[in-house]
């Protein structure tokens, strides 16, 4: 089957991170490591948690707040916690701005509501665009929709909504627990390695080289 239609993750694909960042600036703040009483399991759920909506920005922040020095403020926390997002390169705004002409594009990401606030206002002074359907046809933000990736749920529920064919599906991501999702939604799917950039997986005619 042709492929119509490219569903793009943000993190590591369009967007710029480096997690070590954000743990250098915690770190900072007085958060090493949670108390013994705060198990692995918890924490995960914790995270987890606020990137389905399920914890509100507020109720992060004093979470976090427990386990740093005193006095730790809102902005302190949300920088530290921002600090990850590094920059949202021109090359590949161009890229999918090309894209859009040849296929329907979507966006799906785990994220949450304070790194969603700062990435936006990113792509709004840095490139004048109002939103991100500027550049994709539907958006899916795991705070905003409740399913997270690699759920076969999320990819089967972006399918249904944008009511699109896996078959004519392309899936771009870096994390392969993401991709191995995917595959289970029967979508066409792309491992994005390690220094890889998308601006090279498309010849000058927009077509998907690998």
């Known amino acids: 089957m042709s492929l119509k239609n490219i569903i793009f993750d943000f993190g590591g694909v369009i967007c710029n991170i480096d997690i070590s960042v954000t743990e250098k600036a915690f770190n900072k703040l007085g958060l090493r490591k949670f108390d013994n009483s705060y198990s692995v399991t ?9 990137e389905s909506g399920q914890i509100t920005p507020a109720q992060f922040r ?3 707040r427990k386990y740093m020095a005193p006095g730790v403020t ?5 920088r530290a916690w921002n600090a990850l ?18 296929y329907r594009l979507f966006l799906l990401s785990n994220t949450n509501q304070i790194h969603y606030e700062h990435y936006l206002r990113d792509l709004q002074d840095r490139y004048g665009c109002r939103d991100f359907s500027d550049l994709f046809e539907r958006v899916y933000f795991s705070h905003l929709i409740g399913l997270k990736k690699p759920s076969r749920e999320v990819f089967d529920y972006v399918l249904s909504d944008a009511g699109i064919l896996p078959g004519e599906t392309l ?4 994390s392969i627990q993401h991709i191995e999702g995917a595959r289970k939604s029967g979508l066409r799917v792309y ?4 220094g890889e950039d998308i601006t090279t997986l498309f010849n000058p005619e927009m077509r998907f080289l690998p």
């Open 85 to 102: 997002l590094l920059d949202l390169p021109e090359s590949r705004i161009v890229l999918l701005q090309k894209l859009r002409k040849k």
């Open 171 to 174: 899936f771009i991501d870096d």
């Open 74 to 78: 809102d902005a302190e926390i949300d």
């Open 62 to 64: 004093e979470t976090l």
């Open 191 to 194: 491992h994005l390695k390690n």
């Open 42 to 50: 918890e924490r995960e759920t914790f995270f987890s948690h606020f």
